[in-house]
């Protein structure tokens, strides 16, 4: 089967090299590519390829026309790839353009550049004078252009046994098209496809399952050769690089922006300790609708990517909406309610949406211990299912729920605001919403047969609950509170929706006030275990889900 090769480009000679190469071995890395145009020590890197090593090296003098920083003229670039060829390096890259300058140029670097592949296996390491193995690559850090097919045919035409592209991604979907040449070229020649930038992770990490030669990781956080290239550590502890495979599912959540998501450590952690086969991955997808629906399109004409199931987060939970009533697709009552999407799951008939924060805001209210629901009597019917929430509150257990005729006050009106509401009142609350946006409050209010006053009397609503939907309070400004320390009470419970800082202002003067307090990351985990287990059909590993969301406050 296919290995795809972790790489470590090195871009200094400081630490010494060898150093620097056994850490990157010691972090999982295979293959070294050095990034000669990037180091002024030239005795340092003729010292390294004379010494034994352990692992493959990929020669690059990259040109500053293709990103690099080697400013001189192609004659003395070539004249050096020649030098340092002949110490027998591995791998030599050498970009398209330069290979199609000249022929003239072309037989000086087929002196120390085999166009066949060597006879060793990529991962081992030649001890005979056999020539290296050319590598024929593409550098765009402007766009992914819309005819990618056409680079790589004219990388293939090239020749050579490997061939490279990277292109700077301008949203995940880039990624996505990057991908697609991966899969339709993988089995006949060897190559490495890159999106780069942060939109660009999704090709990074699925390198392995589409059978690329290699991907790069830098060696460690901060060290990057190229924008958006993962650390070692991140490719094996986050995405769990080593349990890839072509049978992986990917899972991801769509955003923009999503660098300080939190969801991608949380899914990750929770496949790997469910010992699911999967992988979960940011895939930012630019605000507009346009871009969204362009973005599912794609994934959905691309059923050889295995993408099975998306967590929606800010701009696109309408958007999702949307798109999917523009298919006819099913979508849960609750989804209805809400009128948006958090939760996509593709299923054999196409995709399904569904909205897990507005159960979760429940299940979070429910971690209070006055708000718990009664042990259930033995076979007592069932409790509601999302889809029954219209009439969990008629229930003939609903009486016993501490929630029925609570009086709920919603701060916000915007998406979670909306979920919140529709969950309390399914569950028996009165509700009262208040916005700063006055005509948004009234628009929810009217929809939802709720309460509505100005966001001015905020401090004066009498409430047993308030469950805050507004942004107030997150991170950086963790200083804001949405509402005067003076008007919470013992007694009230207070939930935060925002968990960016675990505990808000709000929250700590709801229990400095001797309120029950309940964090944003109760219902953070609530809506990702309900979403694990729509995707993977079992109970989410709640405790591994715990432990890697753990916030510190600040960006991430
Ligand atoms: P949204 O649709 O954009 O709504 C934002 C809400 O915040 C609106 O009601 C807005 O009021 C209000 N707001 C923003 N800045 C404000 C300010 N300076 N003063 C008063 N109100 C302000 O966003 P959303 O999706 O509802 O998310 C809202 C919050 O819920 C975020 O903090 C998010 O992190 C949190 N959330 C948490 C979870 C979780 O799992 N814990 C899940 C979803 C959302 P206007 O209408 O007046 O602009």
Known sequence: MHHTLLAVPLTSTTPPLDEQCAEALRGGAEIIELRVDAMDDLAAVEAFLKAPRACPIILTIRSSAEGGGWDGDDAARIALIERLGLLQPGFIDVELATWERSANLRQKIELVAARERPSARPGAVSTDRERNTLILSHHDFRETPRDLAAVFDRLEAGGAPIIKAAFAARDAADAVRVLEQLHTR??????????????????????????????????RRGAESAPGQPSL???RRLY?????????????????PLAHSRSPHVHNAAIAAAGVNGVYLPLPVRPDWEDFSAFMDLVDRSPWLDLDGL?????????????????????????????????????????????TDALAVIAALRTCPALALPPTPPHA???????????????????????????ALVLGAGGAARAAAVALRACGCRITICNRDGERARRLAEALGADRRDWSERDAIEADIIVQCTSVGMWPRVEDSPISARRLHAGCVVLDTVYNPPETRLLREARQAGAHVVSGVEMFLAQAEAQFQLWHARPAPAGAMRAALNPPPGPG
Do not use: Y
């Open 186 to 219: 993988a089995a006949r020649v060897s190559l490495v496809a890159l999106a780069m930038g942060d939109a660009g992770l999704a090709s990074r990490v699925l390198a392995r399952k589409l059978g690329a030669f290699l991907t790069f990781a830098a060696p």
């Open 233 to 235: 550590d991140d490719f």
């Open 240 to 256: 769990g690089w080593d349990r890839l495979d072509v049978r992986t599912r990917v899972f991801g959540v769509v955003g923009w």
């Open 311 to 355: 967590s929606i987060t800010i701009p696109h939970k309408e958007h999702a909406l949307r798109w999917l009533h523009e298919r006819n697709s099913p979508v849960s009552a609750i989804v209805t309610a809400c009128g948006s999407v958090n939760t996509l799951t593709r299923t054999p008939g196409g995709w399904r949406g569904d909205n």
């Open 381 to 407: 019917p069932e409790p509601p299912t999302d889809t029954q929430t219209e009439s969990a509150a008629t229930a003939p257990a609903a009486a016993l729920d501490p929630l029925v005729g609570r009086r």
